[in-house]
């Protein structure tokens, strides 16, 4: 039996050797991409990777190295289609096919802007906390109504409620972001800070049924089904919305949950305030627009691709933000519409759509996804 520090000396050995070789493969990856450059050629040619992979793993003896084999050189042809990437974009022929302008400053003035929901809603006062107390804006039944009115150019902006701290995503404007040509150009958080809201001289006694928008009533779980198990709780599309319909209904035994300006803009009282679970509650919106424009000083991206249902898919994705230095912010899975258990993936990252790093990626991302688009370029809130 060999001796360990001698079986570690020729361990030594063999991974120098490998390096060099791997050195001596990334050079010729190199050669290909400048012949790929030159033949207008994709990077990524998923048919011969396939066919080499085969080959390769096939020439191991058993079960567990060829899985080894496999892994192996996965990475390394990922690596080489992500220096070839590196190379074009230090080339500057990283043609993504984004379409988006770049400016240096977005002018509001006359800019009609929708929210959903009526007046006092969440989103109303997100609109006026990042467009100013005198823009021109109105109110739609529906998100969709939103995304409506700007794919028809009826409205320049929609400001849409993407994700609230304590619950979570909203998944219907995921969808609607991957269903319309639309992009993010902004975002605004606000802090969320729910009151109950019935009729003047009614009494939390009095309460029997209590409405609310379903991320309300879940910001308020702890408040409706613990300290309330007996009120009914129901859903309508907007805080707004249930404070108005307390006030038409008339009922002592109807409130609300919804901000206190709701109180005085439908004459109602506030029976408690701030019962949401969590007391650093805030919702993010996003400012949505018909025209790809991004700022100069944007540092924030937004994707959403499709992949194929395959085993190391999402990891080979993901590592190309980590081999150009980008940070991934965030992710989320959706759906796909019309196929059960395969999904879309929204991602955040932080970057420019001006920077060479962040090209690079979005140019592989392209080419090894599906339904590839970028959502926006825009300032982060924080």
Known sequence: MKDLLEIRQEIDEIDQEM???????????EEVAAYKIANHKNVYDKEREQQKLDKLSGMAKDDFLRQGVLELFEQIMSTSRKRQYKIMAEQGLMDTNLHFTCCDSFDYTDKKIVFQGVEGAYAQMAMYEFFGEDCMGSAVATWRDAMEAIHSKEADYAVLPIENSSAGIVGENYDLLNEYDVCIIGEQVIKIEHALLGLPGASIDDIQTVYSHPQALMQCANYLEVEHPQWESKAKKNTAVSALKVKEDNDISKAAIASIQNAKIYDLQVLQEAIQDE??????????????????????????????H?????????????????????????????VNWEYQFFIDVQGNLANDDILSALRGLKEETGSFKVIGNYKSFD
């Open 310 to 338: 395959e085993k190391g898919s999402l990891y080979h994705i993901l590592s190309h933000f980590i081999f150009n230095g980008v940070n991934m912010t965030k992710i989320e899975s959706r759906p796909k519409k019309g």
């Open 279 to 308: 007391a650093d509650n805030e919702t993010r919106f996003i400012i949505v627009s018909k025209e790809k424009k991004y700022l100069k000083d944007a540092d924030k991206v937004s994707l959403c691709f499709e992949l194929p």
């Open 19 to 29: 390096v060099r070789l791997y050195q001596q493969r990334m050079g010729l990856a």
